[in-house]
């Protein structure tokens, strides 16, 4: 069976065959009363433990290991090195998928020009794999193998609750991730696992992957956490908006003993306006490049307040249908959010967090680095930024890096562009 994969979008194409999406719920059906049971026994459990959890502030964040940022092979390799050494980011991803596992070489010697980066390989499942757990254990050997001198760090399967992505249950990525972690027990100790990798807020599956009888364990929780279906990363679902997702995502993992603690938001985006087909969405769901800026700037400071997260990892570089560069027609063209990120980068790179109010709308995160003091503001509804800057400053940016005249603040409303506020400490 055949996934086919959409250039444009990088991922595969939408299951359009009715009679085949009944096959597929036909053959996952006990499987799926097996979810419904563990969510019945666990939810509750875990959702009175959000509750009561006590919340702390970040302490990973100083290890400069927040900010991540995925790259492909297929985009544009002969440029994409001068553009990291651009951004300054430390963090990488890298896509390695099994149905191309012919040319692992090439994909090897695509990473080895980000030897001096932090590297998260990606291993993309196909049903081939799936199918023949002894052919998937031949290739994880290889990739392991492969990888070996780069890194120790892999996930291990990608939005495993999409069908279209080859897994028909749960069980069935219990038992891909289990030839993994065997071969880390007894041939790979040194390896760094990533799992489950569920995509957007369908934490149902995740109890499935995390409550369980079978012999495995994820080093860190790897999350496709997406809300971009919802508008602005500020929005509700179910009453929780992306720290309070974060937050009930952590106590969950706390009371499993198949998991490490460390939350790895692998993938998140949003697409853009007016650039199918590349937009991995309906245009319904897209937005404009200012707010593709705005968005990642929020997304990132807001999954930082949350104080359980240990990288975030924009989904991608190149894509012009939602990633920071726009490679249409042969020209690299960069969207407004790829100046955001790399001014984002230059600026809270290496400081201390200490944390953030909002105040009817208003989000305010404040940071520290060495004598230097700096807030990041924003407002859902147009306010006096001067009535909210809560340091002496005469130095206040724009999200991409631009000096505001801080003498007319009393002019300049703050929206829900984000500004950076520096200071010195008294």
């Known amino acids: 069976m055949k996934f086919p994969w959409d250039e444009y979008s990088d991922q595969p194409h939408v299951i359009r065959d009715r009679d085949l999406k009944k096959q597929l719920y036909k053959k996952a059906r006990w499987d799926s009363v097996k979810l419904v049971l563990t969510n019945l026994a666990i939810f509750p459990v875990a959702y009175a433990y959000y509750k009561l959890m006590p919340l702390s502030v970040n302490e990973v964040f100083e290890k400069k290991y927040f900010f991540g940022l995925s790259i492909n092979l297929d985009k544009n390799p002969d440029k994409t090195k001068a553009l990291i050494d651009d951004l300054q980011v430390d963090n990488l991803l890298i896509r390695m998928p099994l149905h191309d596992i012919e040319n ?217 249908g939602y990633g920071l560069i726009d490679n249409r027609g042969g020209k690299l063209i960069k969207y407004p959010a790829y100046y955001s990120f790399k001014f984002m980068l ?3 790179q290496g400081t201390d967090y200490k944390g953030m109010q909002e105040r009817e709308g208003v989000y305010q995160l404040s940071f520290v680095k060495g004598k230097q003091t700096i807030e990041v503001l924003w407002s859902l509804s147009p306010i006096s930024l001067q009535s909210v800057i809560s340091i002496k400053s005469n130095a206040v940016f724009s999200k991409e890096g631009n000096k505001i005249n801080y003498a007319k603040a009393d002019d300049i409303m703050l929206k829900g562009s984000p500004v950076y506020v520096l200071g010195e400490l008294e």
């Open 104 to 320: 692992l070489d090439q994909y090897v010697s695509f990473a080895e020009r980000f030897c001096d980066r932090n590297l998260l390989i990606n291993i993309l499942q196909d049903r081939r794999h799936i199918e023949d757990l002894a052919l998937t254990r031949q290739a994880l050997t290889r990739i392991f193998k492969g990888f070996a001198h780069l890194t120790q760090r892999f996930q291990i399967g990608n939005a495993i609750n999409r069908k279209k992505w080859a897994f028909f249950s749960m069980g069935e990525y219990l038992q891909f991730y289990q030839v993994a972690f065997e071969l880390k027990k007894i041939h790979f100790p040194q390896l760094t696992l990533l799992g489950s990798s569920v995509i957007d807020f369908e934490y149902y599956f995740t109890f499935r992957t995390l409550f369980n009888g079978y012999k495995i364990h994820f080093d860190e929780c790897s999350s496709l956490l997406y809300v971009d279906r919802r508008g602005a990363p500020e929005n509700t679902q179910m009453g929780l908006d992306l720290p309070n997702k974060l937050r009930l995502l952590y106590a969950i993992l706390r009371l499993s003993r198949k998991t490490g603690n460390d939350i790895v938001i692998t993938e998140t985006n949003w697409p853009i306006t007016q650039t199918a087909p590349y937009a991995p969405t309906s245009e319904d769901d897209c937005v404009s490049l200012e707010d593709h800026a705005n968005f990642l700037v929020r997304y990132y400071l807001l999954a930082l307040s949350s104080g359980v997260v240990k990288q975030v990892y924009w989904h991608q570089l190149i894509a012009p």
């Open 346 to 348: 230059s600026v809270l």
